[in-house]
Structures are given as structure tokens and as C-alpha cells.
């Protein structure tokens, strides 16, 4: 089962069409990333400050079905889409309720910030992404 958080959405987070302005899904996207990977232990404040490693984006694919608005409430699942030496794709879907609202797949890419060059994923974080990706 993939990892899910729940957002409601803010009246700043719309456009004059009064729907989330696409951008702010990303950070929907992001914050759920977050909470993800404090989830499996691995804590962005820990990777970024203690094993000085950043997870710079390289590829973004998405697409939106059905608007959502203000004060709905959206669920976004997050699943690992694929493990690379170095990357890792996400998976994210949102729901509001049982309709299927957007998706987007985010690659990221493994980098020492001592050095900025991309580097193997630590292998305990990789076991820990290995067990997502069977889910």
C-alpha cells in the first residue's frame, strides 16, 4: 500500500478560476515527499545536514484530471515508481474523495553537497526504498 497523506486546501493555494493553481501541486508534492521520508527514517533534515546529501529533481511528468478546489480535502499517495544507482522516481496521485484528480511521477537524483556530484544512494536509505517499491 502506497504512503498517503491529506491536504486541505487554502484559499491562497486557487487561481481566479477558483481551482488550485497547478503550480501548488508540486508543493503538495514535496511536502508529502517530506513527510514520506521521515516516515521510512530518513528525515530531510538528517539527509541534507548530517550525510550532506541533497535529492535534486531531474524529470517531472504529470497530468490533471479534475480540478480541485477551495477547501477540499485531497489525499496524495506516494509510491517508489523505480530505483536507480544513483535516483529514484515517486509516484503521486491525488484523490478528493474516490475521483482520481491528478498524478505526476518526480525523479530525483542522489547528490554529496560537499562535492554537488551525483553519488550511489546510501545503501540503508536504499534497502529502505527497496521496500516501498514491492508495496
Avoid at 541534507?48 to 546529501?53: N, S, V
Amino acid at each position: 500500500m502506497p504512503y498517503k497523506t491529506t491536504w486541505k486546501i487554502s484559499f491562497r493555494e486557487i487561481d481566479y478560476a477558483s481551482i488550485v493553481y497547478y503550480p501548488n501541486f508540486f508543493d503538495y508534492f514535496q511536502r508529502t515527499e517530506e513527510a514520506f521520508m521521515e516516515h521510512i527514517g530518513f528525515p530531510y533534515p538528517y539527509l541534507i545536514g548530517d550525510l550532506k546529501l541533497a535529492f535534486p529533481i531531474v524529470h517531472v511528468e504529470s497530468d490533471f484530471k479534475k480540478p480541485v478546489r477551495y477547501g477540499d480535502a485531497i489525499d496524495i499517495a506516494l509510491s517508489v515508481e523505480d530505483l536507480g544507482s544513483k535516483s529514484v522516481t515517486f509516484k503521486f496521485k491525488v484523490f478528493k474523495g474516490s475521483d482520481f484528480c491528478a498524478e505526476a511521477t518526480i525523479t530525483h537524483v542522489t547528490v554529496d553537497l560537499s562535492i554537488f556530484k551525483a553519488v550511489p544512494i546510501p545503501e540503508e536509505l536504499r534497502k529502505a526504498f527497496e521496500v516501498e517499491l514491492r508495496r
